[in-house]
C-alpha cells in the first residue's frame, strides 16, 4: 500500500527524519519496502540503505507555482498556443501545446487564472518523450518562430506519474512564486500490507501505529455533516436474510450534487496511492476509503427509485441474499457474470445491484447524469468474499479489504466521511439521517494479563502503568484488579477496529505481539530461557519415520513433498480402465484456490506419478519416495482418517552414463524389490514375503503383495501399461510401491539382538539348484535357512538360468551360503553333511535337483 506522508502527518505529527521513521515502522511490523520522493531532494551519503528509494527532485528556485493569466493563439501553429504566465517575479511568454488550455484560446484575460506548475530556465525536468525517467534541462531555444526559454509542466515531466496529455492545473488558491516542491512535494511510503496488519490498508492505520511508536497524539478524520435534508425514512429500506453473511448495513442519501471534477490536490493523493482520479463522487468513495479503510460503493438513487416503482413499490427495498444458482449480473467492467449459490448480492426488488464486498453492478452506477447518490457502508464475511473473488476471478479494492476483515464499527464512519466529501467537492444536500442495520454486532474480546506474562513471555520488565501506556496507545481500553496474593491483572478490551485479537491464551499472544511490536524488536534483550525443561519424551512413530526416511536417502532416493490437495479426475489416472469407481467420498474444500485442488486425496501414488511425470521430461533417471497421509472417510465423526503411506517411484537406469562405465540398463521389478528389501530389514524386520497379486495400478504378472508374516503392509510392482497411457512418461518401466506406514512402524521392535562378531572363520559355499519355474525363489531361501538353522549365518541368490539343459518349466537358482558356528571351527565334513541335509529336504519337498 502507497501512503503519502503529508496525508499521515493529517492525522499525527511527525518530527522525525523520513528514513529513521521507515526503520521504526518496519520493527513495528509496517514494513516500508519503498521510499518515493516526489519534489523533495533525496537524501544524499550511504546508498547501502535498508530501503529502497527513488524519486525526482524540484529544483526551487527552478521549479514553483506559476499563474496563466491568458491564452493566446499562436501565430503560426493551430496546435500551439502562447500563454501570459506570472512567476511571481514577473510575466512571461510561454510556449505550449498542453489541450487542455485550447478553451482558453483567444478568450482574453482570465477571470480566474490557471495556477500551473511552471519549470524556469535551467530547470531539470523529465524527458516526457523517451522510456524511463531520464532527466533533461531547459534551454532557450527557438520553436516555430517564437522564442522558448520556460514550460508549464505534465505530471510526467514531474515524475508525478505517466500521464502528459496536459499541463497540470492546480488549486485556485495555489500561491504564486512558491516553489512547488514547498507546495505540493510528498514522499510516498510503499508499505507491505501482511495479513496480520490488514487493519493498517488505509492512512487512519498507518497514523495509529505511527502515533503508538512515536507517542503522539493521533487525531481523527471529521465526521460532522450538515445534516440540511429530509429523513431516510421511507425513502430506502434494508433487508438483511444472513446476518452472519452480512453483520451490518449503512445507508446514506446526498442529493442535487453536480459532477466535476475533485480538487488537484485530491486527485494527487489518489495518484500517488496507486489509484485514478475519476470524479467528486467517485474520488470521494475512494478517498474516504484509502482514509479510513472502509469501502464504500454509491448507487444512483434515481435509478433504484426507478427500479422499485417498476417493481409496484415507491421506494427501494435493499437487501442482502445469497444468489439463485444461475442468476446473472453485470458487473462495472462491463462483463455479464454467472453467480454461484454461496455468492451474497445486495439487492433490490427487480434483482440483483452488486456482488456484496466485490464490486458494483453497472445498471445503478453513478453517471454523468447522475444527481442523488445513495451511499452504502457494510461488514461482509470474510470467507465468503474470497469464495466470490476466486469464483469470478475478480480483485478490487473493496475486495481485498472485505477478503482480510473489517470490523462493522466502521461502516457509519466510512458512510458519514464519503457524505462530508461528496457535499464538500460537489455540493448538494445531505439527508437529515443514516439507515443503519446492525443485527449481529461482534463481541470485542477482552483479555487478561499481568506483567508476570510479559516478562516470561518477552524477557522484559515493564510495570503495570508501561503495559497500560503501551495498549492504550493502540487504543485498547484497559482497567486492572487484584490478584492474590500480590500479582495485578490489566483486562484490555479490543478497540472497535481491530478483529484479529483472540480470546484466552491467543488472546494473550496477540497482545504480547502489540506490546513488543510498539515498545520495539531490537530493544528486547537477549536472554537465557529460565523456565524448567519439560521431561523428555521419546515418539517412536516418529524416530522410526526419521530412520526410514535414512535408509531409502541411504539407497539413493529422493524424498519428495507433494500436494495433499487434488481432484478426483486427477486421482482417477492411476487406475485401469477397467476399474470400478470408487465409492468412498471425498473431503471437499468449501473455497478452494482452483478447482484442480478441491479435494482431500485418497492416493498418495497419484500425487507421486504427478511428480513423476513433471520431472520425466527433463531427467533421465527418477529414484524418489514420499511418506504422507492420505485422507480418508472416518466412522467416528465429521474430520478424516489420515491414513500414513510411504510410496516409492523409480524409472529410468540403474546408473547414469559414466565415463568409467555404468550399468545404464532400465530399472526393473527386482531393483525395486531390492531396495524394499534393504529397507525393511534396515528396520529390523524378518519374515517379509512376495507374493503374487493384482491391483488396478499396476501390470498384471508384474506386481506382488508386500507380506510381514501373515499380514500384507504395500503393494508393488510395474505400472499398468494402461495406466500409464495415463501419464506422458518415458518408454522405460516406471516401478512403483505402495506401502501402509502404520502396518510397517507397528511391526518394528523396539528392541532387537545384535549379533556378538563372531570369532570362528566362516565356510563359504555355492549351490545351483533345478526347480520349477512357479516356484518362488523366496521359498527355497526360506527352507534352506529352515533346515540349515543358526549355522546357516547368510544366503543370497546370486544368478537365475533358464536353458535347453536344464529343461523345459524349469529354472536354475544359484545360492552363496555361508555356513559358520560361534564355538567351533566347522571342517570339511560338517560343511558336507549340512548340504546333504539342505538338499535331501529340498528334494523331498521342492522335488529340486542339485545342478552339477
Not at 23 to 36: C, K
Not at 283 to 301: I, K, S, V, W
Not at 819 to 844: H, M, S, W
Amino acid at each position: 500500500m502507497k501512503v503519502p506522508l503529508s496525508w499521515i502527518k493529517e492525522y499525527v505529527d511527525i518530527d522525525l527524519p523520513i528514513e529513521d521513521l521507515a526503520r521504526r515502522m518496519t520493527l513495528a511490523g509496517l514494513e516500508v519496502e519503498e521510499i518515493r520522493y516526489v519534489g523533495y531532494p533525496l537524501p544524499e551519503g550511504d546508498l547501502r540503505r535498508e530501503t529502497k528509494i527513488t524519486g525526482f527532485a524540484w529544483g526551487p528556485d527552478k521549479i514553483v507555482v506559476g499563474a496563466i493569466l491568458e491564452v493566446m493563439p499562436h501565430p503560426d501553429a493551430d496546435k500551439l498556443v502562447l500563454c501570459k504566465l506570472d512567476d511571481g517575479d514577473q510575466v512571461h511568454t510561454v510556449l505550449t501545446g498542453a489541450p487542455n488550455l485550447y478553451e482558453f484560446k483567444g478568450t482574453g484575460p482570465l477571470d480566474s487564472p490557471l495556477k500551473v506548475a511552471y519549470a524556469r530556465e535551467g530547470a531539470t525536468i523529465i524527458n516526457a518523450y523517451e522510456p524511463g525517467d531520464n532527466p533533461t534541462t531547459i534551454k532557450r531555444k527557438k520553436i516555430r518562430g517564437v522564442e522558448s526559454y520556460s514550460m508549464a509542466c505534465s505530471e510526467r515531466e514531474l515524475g508525478i506519474s505517466d500521464e502528459h496529455e496536459g499541463i497540470i492545473l492546480l488549486d485556485s488558491d495555489a500561491p504564486i512564486g512558491v516553489p512547488l516542491a514547498d507546495y505540493m512535494g510528498d514522499v510516498v511510503f510503499d508499505i507491505a500490507i501482511t495479513p496480520n496488519i490488514a487493519r493498517n490498508a488505509n492512512v487512519i492505520g498507518v497514523a495509529r501505529e505511527v502515533a503508538a511508536i512515536t507517542g503522539s497524539a493521533l487525531r481523527f478524520p471529521d465526521l460532522e455533516i450538515p445534516r440540511e435534508g429530509p429523513s431516510l425514512e421511507r425513502r430506502v429500506k434494508i433487508e438483511i436474510t444472513d446476518p452472519s453473511l452480512n453483520p451490518r448495513f449503512v445507508f446514506g442519501l446526498i442529493e442535487n450534487v453536480k459532477i466535476q471534477p475533485s480538487p488537484y490536490k485530491v486527485q494527487l493523493r489518489l495518484k500517488l496511492t496507486g489509484m485514478r482520479p475519476i470524479d467528486a463522487l467517485v474520488d470521494a468513495t475512494n478517498y474516504a476509503m484509502l482514509e479510513l479503510g472502509e469501502p464504500l460503493h454509491a448507487f444512483d438513487y434515481d435509478v433504484l427509485l426507478q427500479r422499485a416503482k417498476a417493481a409496484g413499490a415507491d421506494h427501494p427495498t435493499i437487501i442482502t441474499r445469497p444468489a439463485v444458482p444461475g442468476e446473472k449480473l453485470v458487473t462495472l467492467d462491463d462483463i455479464e457474470r454467472t453467480l454461484d449459490d454461496f455468492t451474497v448480492l445486495v439487492c433490490d426488488q427487480s434483482g440483483p445491484l452488486a456482488l456484496a464486498g466485490v464490486m458494483g453492478g453497472a445498471e445503478s452506477e453513478v453517471s454523468g447524469d447522475t444527481t442523488n447518490i445513495l451511499l452504502e457502508g457494510a461488514a461482509w464475511n470474510i470467507i465468503n468474499t474470497r469464495r466470490t473473488v476466486i469464483s469470478q476471478n475478480l480483485t478490487s479494492e473493496a475486495a481485498y479489504r472485505f477478503s482480510r476483515g473489517i470490523h462493522p464499527e466502521l461502516a457509519p464512519k466510512g458512510v458519514l466521511r464519503g457524505l462530508k466529501l461528496m457535499h464538500e467537492w460537489a455540493g448538494g444536500t445531505i439527508a437529515g439521517d443514516l439507515i443503519d442495520e446492525y443485527p449481529l454486532p461482534p463481541e470485542d474480546p477482552i483479555v487478561e494479563i499481568t506483567p508476570e506474562d510479559v516478562r516470561r513471555w518477552l524477557g522484559i520488565e515493564l510495570s503495570v502503568e508501561e503495559i497500560i501506556e503501551i495498549l492504550q496507545l493502540l487504543e485498547f481500553k484497559c482497567e486492572t484488579a487484584s490478584h492474590p496474593p500480590s500479582a495485578v491483572i490489566i483486562r484490555a478490551t479490543t478497540p472497535d477496529h481491530r478483529l484479529d485479537i483472540g480470546t484466552g491464551v491467543i488472546g494473550k499472544a496477540d497482545l504480547m505481539e502489540e506490546i513488543a511490536r510498539v515498545y520495539g524488536y531490537d530493544r528486547i534483550p537477549e536472554t537465557r530461557m529460565a523456565d524448567d525443561l519439560p521431561p523428555q519424551k521419546g515418539n517412536f512413530d516418529l524416530e522410526m519415520e526419521d530412520a526410514l526416511r535414512d535408509l531409502l536417502v541411504g539407497l539413493g532416493l529422493q524424498e519428495v513433498i507433494t500436494h495433499r490437495l487434488t481432484s478426483p479426475e486427477r486421482e482417477t489416472r492411476r487406475l485401469s480402465p477397467d476399474t470400478p469407481p470408487e465409492d468412498a467420498l471425498y473431503f471437499t474444500l468449501s473455497n478452494p484456490i482452483t478447482p484442480e485442488r478441491a479435494v482431500l486425496r485418497h492416493s498418495l501414488l497419484s500425487s507421486v506419478l504427478e511428480i513423476v511425470e513433471r520431472n520425466a521430461r527433463i531427467r533421465e533417471r527418477i529414484a524418489i519416495f514420499e511418506i504422507n497421509p492420505v485422507f480418508l472417510a472416518s466412522e467416528d465423526g465429521d474430520f478424516p482418517d489420515e491414513a500414513k503411506h510411504l510410496v516409492i517411484a523409480l524409472t529410468g537406469p540403474r546408473a547414469l552414463a559414466d565415463w568409467a562405465g555404468a550399468d545404464t540398463a532400465p530399472m526393473d521389478f527386482f531393483d525395486l524389490k531390492g531396495m524394499i528389501d534393504s529397507t525393511l530389514r534396515g528396520l529390523h524386520l524378518e519374515d517379509i514375503r512376495y507374493q503374487a497379486a493384482g491391483h488396478p495400478s499396476f501390470h498384471p504378472g508384474k506386481c506382488a503383495r508386500v507380506l510381514l508374516g501373515a499380514n500384507q503392509i504395500g503393494v508393488m510392482g510395474e505400472l499398468h501399461p494402461q495406466v500409464k497411457e495415463n501419464y506422458d512418461l518415458p518408454e522405460t518401466p516406471l516401478l512403483a510401491a505402495d506401502f501402509d506406514m502404520t502396518a510397517i512402524i507397528d511391526a518394528v521392535p523396539k528392541l532387537f539382538d545384535v549379533p556378538s562378531i563372531p570369532s570362528q572363520p566362516p565356510i563359504l559355499e555355492d549351490i545351483a539348484l533345478i526347480v520349477d519355474e512357479a516356484i518362488p525363489a523366496a521359498e527355497v531361501e526360506a527352507l534352506i535357512r529352515q533346515t540349515g538353522g543358526r549355522t546357516v549365518t547368510n544366503v543370497r541368490l546370486f544368478d537365475i538360468y533358464h536353458g535347453e539343459q536344464i529343461g523345459k518349466g524349469k529354472k536354475s537358482l544359484a545360492y552363496s551360503l555361508t555356513y559358520q558356528n560361534p564355538e567351533r571351527t566347522l571342517t570339511d565334513k560338517d560343511a558336507a553333511k549340512l548340504r546333504n541335509k539342505i538338499v535331501k529336504r529340498l528334494e523331498r519337498e521342492l522335488a529340486a535337483q542339485l545342478r552339477g
